[in-house]
Nanobody, 122 residues
């Protein structure tokens, strides 16, 4: 079973940038898709982005498209979320997620990290 640990969260002013990292360990060889979600208080969990570990194809939510970039380093079992031009509405707990299914087949990821707080001040 794969385990996920996020890091890189923190506080930043609007317009700033952060890079989140997700380290996968354990039995991660079968992982086919990794994603980033976020959840703000009182709001539904939102899929921010995902990436196919094999082909590298990506998805972005409309709310972050053009500002966020998901990437991976398969040799290091790492996935990143580069967040630029941050807005106060990006404030949320960000979660890394993994699944052994192909990205196109996933409605809800099966494995989750602990989350990391991102706070964007105006």
């Amino acid at each position: 079973q794969v385990q996920l640990v996020e890091s890189g969260g923190g506080s930043v002013q609007a317009g700033g940038s952060l890079r989140l990292s997700c380290a996968a360990s354990g039995d991660s060889g079968s992982t086919k898709c990794m994603g980033w979600y976020r959840q703000a208080p009182g709001k539904e969990r939102e899929r921010v982005a995902h990436i196919s570990t094999g082909g590298g194809s990506t998805y972005y939510a409309d709310s972050v498209k053009g500002r966020f970039t998901i990437s991976q380093d398969n040799a290091k079992n790492m996935v990143y979320l580069q967040m630029n031009s941050l807005k106060p509405e990006d404030t949320a707990v960000y979660y890394c997620a993994a699944d052994d299914r192909y990205c196109w087949a996933i409605t809800k990821f099966r494995v989750w990290g602990q989350g990391t707080q991102v706070t964007v001040s105006s």
